[in-house]
Antibody, heavy 118, light 108 residues
């Protein structure tokens, strides 16, 4: 069964760090671009970052640029989002998803919740 | 502008046709995609490349494009179609992903 499973969310203090993981089942990351998307509960979707399978093409939303780093371990089929200098406004459900360049988010995980609060 | 603008809400009676619009300056040059999201669930891709339907998506869902506006049309709306719908595209350069603010479809 093709699916993505996120993990690593939790409660962190403002200014703190957290690393999210996304594991793929039933397919290989190297066939896709991969992305992180977040959603504040009750609000809309916000794209966070994407990476090509080679890692040579990486882009970030302005709201996280310089604080978040997307990466992946092809051997382990794991995608990561390293988040630093976290702010209250980073509180959201974080989804990973497969992406086609300039295209659609096809396969989504169920998300992992990040709460930034003191 | 990198924004996509959707109406916050659309209401329709069962069996009627719902139309949800999405406007953005880059849409004449970039494809649009539509997602359905029900409470507590991850989004599901409903329409890709303006008007293509992924396998498994009911035929009552269709997409169209005209200039700076794309439209998701749901013909013969059913109660199960009640959900939030998001359009998505990229900016004019094709670099940054953008989502519309979402439209809550209410089936009366």
């Amino acid at each position: 069964q093709v699916k993505l499973v996120e993990s690593g969310g939790g409660l962190v203090k403002p200014g703190g760090s957290l690393r999210l993981s996304c594991e793929a089942f039933g397919f290989t990351f190297s066939d896709y671009y991969m992305s992180w998307i977040r959603q504040v509960p009750g609000k809309g979707l916000e794209w966070v970052a994407y990476t090509s399978s080679s890692g040579r093409t990486i882009e970030y939303a302005d709201s996280v640029k310089g604080r978040f780093t997307i990466s992946w371990d092809n051997a382990k089929n794991l995608l990561y989002l390293q988040m630093k200098s976290l702010r209250a406004e980073d509180t959201a459900l974080y989804y990973c998803a497969t992406w086609e360049l300039r295209g659609a988010f096809d396969i989504w995980g169920q998300g992992t919740m990040v709460t930034v609060a003191s | 502008s990198n924004e996509l603008t959707q109406p916050p809400s659309v209401s329709v009676s069962p069996g009627q046709t719902a139309r949800i619009t999405c406007s953005g300056d880059a849409l004449p040059k970039q494809y649009a995609f539509w997602y359905q999201q029900k409470p507590g669930q991850a989004p599901i891709l409903m329409i890709y490349k303006d008007n293509e339907r992924p396998s498994g998506i009911p035929e009552r869902f269709s997409g169209s494009s005209s200039g700076t506006t794309v439209t998701l049309t749901i013909s013969g709306v059913q109660a199960e179609d009640e959900a939030d719908y998001y359009c998505q595209s990229v900016d004019i350069s094709g670099t940054y992903v953008v989502f519309g603010g979402g439209t809550k479809l209410t089936v009366l």
